[in-house]
């Protein structure tokens, strides 16, 4: 079975375009997660999906990222205007809820802004 | 939400000696605590974990050991060897991460 895909792995942009990026999560999976992930540093929750409900969005900058997870599948990701500190590389990942089951994530997508 | 502290940020030994890595949090209500690997351009992949509920486990080379009280756990592995060296993080639950140990095991 595949595990969690993303795509696009590699996205360069200039500051002021937008971006978007999209996770399959591994089937069944209710929850469905997206992290930042800067350079040297630990994964930062973005959002947390219960099935196509966001139940933890408190750490997403609601003034240029959105995200959505329709019919509690896939999801996308989206930067709007990109800034320059938004380079980093973007991690989604999926479990059977948050309370039990492993966590399993995708490759990730590197996104740079000139 | 709670941070989680990890310590060292670099750890290098030698091949064949321990490295152990120490996370400290300070939300009592956390009882599952994952360690991640994560090798340099790939995604993190879970390695052992313990919950609350229990103050060791150990899965071949790798042990982690949790102490309630103190509010730490720690991540041991012995015998180390060159595929070991990668970034290895510490979790409270799925949501929050430590900062990161950068492993290096050199011949």
């Known amino acids: 079975e595949a595990g969690v895909v993303q795509s696009p792995r590699y996205k360069i942009i200039e500051k002021k375009q937008p971006v978007a990026f999209w996770c399959n999560p591994i089937?069944?999976?209710?929850?469905l997660y997206w992290y930042l992930q800067n350079l040297g540093q630990g994964p930062e929750l973005l959002i947390r999906?219960?099935?196509?409900?966001?139940?933890?969005d408190s750490q997403l900058p609601k003034d240029r990222f959105s995200a959505e997870r329709l019919k509690g599948v896939d999801s996308t990701l989206k930067i709007q205007p990109a800034e320059l500190g938004d380079s980093a590389v973007y991690l989604c990942?999926?479990?059977?809820?948050?309370?039990?089951?492993?966590?399993?994530f995708g490759e990730g997508s590197r996104l740079t802004v000139l | 939400g709670e941070n989680v502290e990890q310590h060292p940020s670099t750890l290098s030994v030698q091949e064949g000696d321990s490295a152990v890595i120490k996370c400290t949090y300070s939300?009592?209500?956390?009882?599952?605590f994952p360690w991640y690997k994560q090798e340099l351009g790939k995604r993190p992949q879970l390695i052992i974990d313990?919950?609350?509920?229990?103050g060791e486990k150990k899965d071949q080379r790798i042990a982690v050991t949790l102490n309630k009280t103190a509010k730490h756990f720690s991540l041991h592995i012995t015998e180390t060897q060159p595929e070991d060296s990668a970034v290895y993080f510490c979790?409270?639950?799925?949501?929050?991460f430590g900062t990161g140990t950068r492993l290096q095991v050199t011949l």
């Open positions: 990942a999926s479990s059977l809820d948050l309370g039990s089951g492993e966590l399993f």
């Open positions: 089937s069944g999976h209710n929850t």
């Open positions: 999906y219960e099935n196509e409900e966001a139940v933890d």
């Open positions: 939300d009592s209500a956390s009882n599952y």
């Open positions: 313990i919950r609350s509920n229990v």
């Open positions: 979790a409270r639950g799925k949501l929050t």
